[in-house]
């Protein structure tokens, strides 16, 4: 299916006060679509910064946003989906900071399999994540957060972006 059909079809299942994460989702896995076809350390070090970026950012967002708005409907704070990808983030957090420091200290225009390696599972494991909240959390959050939750979060999002300048 083409990228952009999938894309317009995961967007009409969600709420559009959630459009924005499956939109910033769409260009860092296409980054991460380019970190996997090989060994390119410029390739590398601009998925390393838009990764940063993520997690300072969307992920952030996403837990002080969402996930407890999510939480409320959910009985279980040791089971479930806002469990699960919180841990997810902390997994996502520790494989960037393992792969930005390897990228710090390699010696730059030498491959490095190791490198490549990690690169690699850090590109997969945001790819998974990804899909997972497009196809589930997204949805979910659009069916089960009330009209007034979702109004919430959009105008939080937007405050936070104004406050960063985008």
């Known amino acids: 299916m083409d990228k952009k ?3 317009e079809d995961v967007l009409a299942i969600i ?9 910033e989702h769409a260009a860092l896995s296409e980054l991460m ?11 590398y070090a ?24 999510l939480q ?9 989906p806002v469990m699960k990808l919180t841990q997810e983030h902390d997994v996502i957090r520790n494989s960037y900071e393992e792969v930005r420091q390897m990228f710090l200290e390699r010696n730059p225009g030498e ?7 990690k690169m690699n599972l850090l590109a997969y494991l945001l790819k998974k994540h990804i899909e997972k ?11 089960i957060l009330t009209a007034e939750e979702r109004t919430e979060i959009a105008d939080e999002i937007a405050r936070a972006y104004a406050l960063r300048g985008i």
Do not use: C, W
Request: charged share 30%.
């Open 133 to 143: 909240e497009d196809h589930y959390l997204f949805p979910m959050a659009s069916v």
């Open 72 to 80: 409320k409907h959910i009985p279980s704070d040791t089971a479930g």
């Open 46 to 69: 601009d998925a390393l910064r838009e990764i940063g970026e993520e997690l300072t950012q969307h992920f952030v967002y996403e837990e002080e946003f969402i996930l407890p708005r």
């Open 5 to 7: 059909v999938q894309q």
């Open 111 to 117: 491959p490095n399999p190791e490198l490549m390696k």
């Open 15 to 23: 709420a559009p006060e959630l459009h924005t994460y499956v939109e």
């Open 33 to 43: 679509d380019r970190v996997r076809e090989g060994y390119n350390e410029e390739v």
